[in-house]
């Protein structure tokens, strides 16, 4: 499991809070912070990985347990 400096819950909410939830923590994060996100709108690795490219941040990990998405963003 990678290591992480926030977490952000936002299962069981609905496109687009989801991705706006992640862009505003990550928006209050350090350079070289972990962000661990936890999903389970199903737009959600689409969403995601369309707003890292945006905001040029990276994706470290990903994937989905028991219908849960798991993404871990590195700060740029």
Not at 2 to 16: H, S, T
Not at 22 to 38: C, P
Not at 52 to 75: P, W
Request: hydrophobic share 35%.
């Amino acid at each position: 499991m990678v290591e992480y400096n926030e977490e952000l819950d936002v299962r069981n909410e609905k496109c687009p809070l989801p991705v706006k939830k992640t862009k505003n923590a990550l928006k209050s994060m350090s350079t070289g912070e972990v962000l661990h996100v936890m999903a389970t709108d199903p737009s959600s690795g689409q969403d995601i990985e369309i707003l890292l490219k945006m905001l040029n941040d990276r994706l470290i990990e990903s994937c989905f347990d028991n219908g849960v998405f798991h993404f871990f963003i590195e700060k740029s």
